[in-house]
């Protein structure tokens, strides 16, 4: 019930194009949704974060879509560039307490 | 504002010897997250600490690992008799309202 279930493993978009990144959750004691960003050889970097009060949430050419209902929320990322290149992982916390993540996803931007 | 920081960045250990690993967090905040990355796995909890008390170990091994977060001075993670699987990246994070997590650049542990 903890885990946090993130697809694809591996995603391969053109310059220009839309990434999209999945979670799942089944704990509905989850009250925070952060992503984060993590380049080879640095600790993560936090992207963007949502409550579930709200079903969208957009900062720059970064959107999380969240649906509390089906306990799923994504990241898109709009005109992906070839230094969004990355690992990125979504995570899951209740009470401000430990975060869960997803096992990350590594993206490759081609330009 | 200095981002959290973490020393060593790189740490070489042989198998029996002890590891620390220090994590100084972000000005004014007071809780302190410890996390661990294998190579190609995501990250996973360790230990959550405010200022002198362990709040959840749930994350830490049983045996040979401790933290503390003294009144004065950084975060600790120990890792006494230190074993190959021991080899990761471990990341301290910290946190002014217990919600947003700021991750430091790791240090990495190597063991012979």
């Known amino acids: 019930q903890q885990q946090v279930k993130q697809s694809p493993q591996s995603l391969i978009v053109q310059k220009g194009g839309i990434s999209i990144i999945n979670c799942a959750y089944e704990n509905t004691a989850f009250d925070y949704f952060p992503w984060y960003q993590q380049f080879p050889g640095k600790g993560p970097a936090l992207l963007i974060a949502?409550?579930?009060?709200?079903s969208e949430k957009k900062e720059g050419r970064f959107t999380i879509s969240f649906n509390k209902s089906a306990k799923q929320f994504s990241l898109h990322i709009m005109d992906s560039q070839p230094g969004d290149s990355a690992t990125y992982f979504c995570?899951?916390?209740?009470?401000?307490?430990?975060?869960?993540f997803g096992a990350g996803t590594i993206l490759r931007v081609k330009s | 504002n200095a981002g959290v920081m973490q020393n060593p960045r790189h740490l070489v250990r042989r198998r029996g010897q002890e590891a620390r690993l220090r994590c100084s967090p972000m000005k004014g905040h007071s809780h302190v997250y410890w996390y661990r990355q294998l190579p190609e796995e995501g990250l996973k909890f360790m230990v959550y600490l405010q200022k002198e008390n362990i709040i959840d170990e749930s994350g830490m091994p049983k045996e040979r690992f401790s933290a503390e977060f003294p009144k004065e001075g950084p975060s600790i993670l120990r890792i006494q008799q230190v074993v190959r699987g021991d080899s990761a990246a471990y990341f301290c994070a910290s946190s002014p309202t217990r919600d947003e997590q700021f991750f430091g650049p790791g240090t990495r542990l190597t063991v012979l």
């Open positions: 995570a899951a916390s209740s009470y401000g307490n430990k975060l869960v």
């Open positions: 949502i409550r579930p009060d709200v």
